[in-house]
């Protein structure tokens, strides 16, 4: 069974930064998409970034120019560096691996707080 491990969430004030990290517990083979996902509560999660197997990337249109993905194959970790953080990117987010015939690994979720 993967398991996949978050860090890097926190506390920031707004405009600061942070990067999260997402590593497998082993290696994973097959990767089609690797995603962070962010959920607050009542509300559904949504997708906030992903990078496919070939390399290219997209966002959700509140995060664009100030969030990236990347991912290191050698590490088997995907990242995701955000700036200019506002009090409205305040979730939980959780990575989201999926692999061959569309089997889903969720990460725990790393809380992110940006105060204003």
């Known amino acids: 069974q993967v398991q996949l491990v978050e860090s890097g969430g926190g506390l920031v004030q707004a405009g600061g930064s942070l990067t999260l990290s997402c590593a497998a517990s082993?290696?994973?083979?097959?990767?089609?998409?690797m995603a962070w996902y962010r959920q607050v509560p009542g509300k559904q999660r949504d997708v906030v970034a992903a990078i496919i197997s070939g390399g290219s990337t997209n966002y959700a249109d509140s995060v664009k120019g100030r969030f990236t993905i990347s991912r290191d194959n050698a590490k088997n970790a995907v990242y995701l560096q955000m700036n200019n953080l506002k009090p409205e990117d305040t979730a939980v987010y959780y990575c989201?691996?999926?692999?061959?015939?569309?089997?889903?690994?969720w990460g725990q979720g790393t809380q992110v707080t940006v105060s204003s």
């Open positions: 082993r290696t994973v083979f097959g990767i089609r998409r």
């Open positions: 989201n691996w999926r692999v061959l015939y569309d089997t889903d690994y």
